[in-house]
């Protein structure tokens, strides 16, 4: 499998260290395993050696590609690309991107948000509203209501091991009136969120993400001090 290591460069890194009261993850230069045309992948070994965390995500249908944790701020993590495309997220919640055509700017109301709870509290029937702001076409105040629909106790296999998880499914009615179902995968005796697909807009493709640092230091692999 083709795995090519990449560093950003000094400009990319400049304006990121810029944003105000943003907190450096780590000070060395961050590596990012990225694959051009196929999916990318960590062996325990490379994560276990790995100074940042990592994610993996899937847009739509483009490979899946290795992101890493840049920073840490307000209680949201910032997971960057090889390419410089970045993905904000809010308890495992996608609130905001940069890099791609149509960017998530804001969303409101998220202190809502049931995910912001303890995973055992996250239970069936929860609902709350939210709008957002989107940089093209002048898209400002979007609606989306939120329910979760369904708490079920399924494993989840990642890195060789299957994991005993809390799998909450979720459904999203959009202003347009189309609807989605988001999905998000809890390990149950840590509470860590390990996977979840999810649809912020309807004109977005689906995005597949994979904590797997997280899952790798449950099973021991990366070091504690995971960012939940």
Same mark, same amino acid.
């Given at each position: 499998?083709?795995?090519?290591?990449?560093?950003?460069?000094?400009?990319?890194?400049?304006?990121?260290?810029?944003?105000?009261?943003?907190?450096?993850?780590?000070?060395?230069?961050?590596?990012?395993?990225?694959?051009?045309? $196929?999916?990318?992948?960590?062996?325990?070994?490379?994560?276990? $050696?790995?100074?940042?965390?990592?994610?993996?995500? *899937?847009?739509?249908?483009?490979?899946?590609?290795?992101?890493?944790?840049?920073?840490?701020?307000?209680?949201?993590? *910032?997971?960057?690309?090889?390419?410089?495309?970045?993905l904000v997220?809010?308890?495992?919640?996608?609130? *905001?991107?940069?890099? %791609?055509?149509?960017?998530?700017? %804001?969303?409101?109301?998220?202190?809502?948000?049931?995910?912001?709870?303890?995973?055992?509290?996250?239970?069936?029937?929860?609902?709350?509203?939210?709008?957002?702001?989107?940089?093209?076409?002048?898209?400002?105040?979007?609606?989306?209501?939120?329910?979760?629909?369904?708490?079920?106790?399924?494993?989840?296999?990642?890195?060789?091991?299957?994991?005993?998880? *809390?799998?909450?499914?979720?459904?999203?009615?959009?202003?347009?009136?189309?609807?989605?179902?988001?999905? %998000?995968?809890?390990?149950?005796?840590?509470?860590?969120?390990?996977?979840?697909?999810?649809?912020?807009?309807?004109?977005?493709?689906?995005?597949?993400?994979t904590f797997?640092?997280?899952?790798?230091?449950?099973l021991g692999?990366?070091?504690?001090?995971?960012?939940?």
């Amino acid at each position: 499998m083709l795995r090519t290591a990449v560093f950003f460069s000094l400009t990319a890194m400049l304006v990121l260290s810029g944003c105000s009261s943003t907190v450096r993850t780590y000070t060395d230069t961050l590596k990012l395993a990225f694959s051009q045309g $196929e999916d990318a992948f960590l062996t325990r070994a490379e994560l276990a $050696e790995r100074k940042a965390d990592a994610l993996y995500a *899937k847009v739509g249908n483009k490979p899946i590609a290795v992101l890493g944790l840049a920073f840490l701020e307000h209680n949201q993590q *910032k997971w960057i690309s090889a390419d410089e495309a970045m993905l904000v997220i809010e308890k495992g919640r996608v609130v *905001k991107t940069t890099g %791609f055509s149509n960017n998530l700017m %804001f969303q409101s109301n998220r202190a809502q948000d049931p995910l912001k709870q303890a995973m055992v509290k996250i239970n069936q029937g929860q609902q709350w509203t939210s709008h957002s702001d989107w940089s093209e076409n002048n898209e400002t105040g979007y609606q989306s209501n939120y329910e979760i629909i369904q708490v079920e106790v399924t494993s989840l296999e990642l890195l060789e091991h299957s994991f005993q998880t *809390k799998l909450v499914t979720e459904q999203v009615t959009f202003a347009d009136g189309t609807t989605a179902i988001n999905l %998000f995968w809890y390990d149950l005796s840590s509470g860590y969120l390990l996977k979840t697909k999810q649809t912020i807009a309807p004109f977005w493709p689906e995005l597949e993400l994979t904590f797997i640092s997280s899952a790798g230091r449950l099973l021991g692999i990366r070091n504690a001090g995971n960012r939940k």
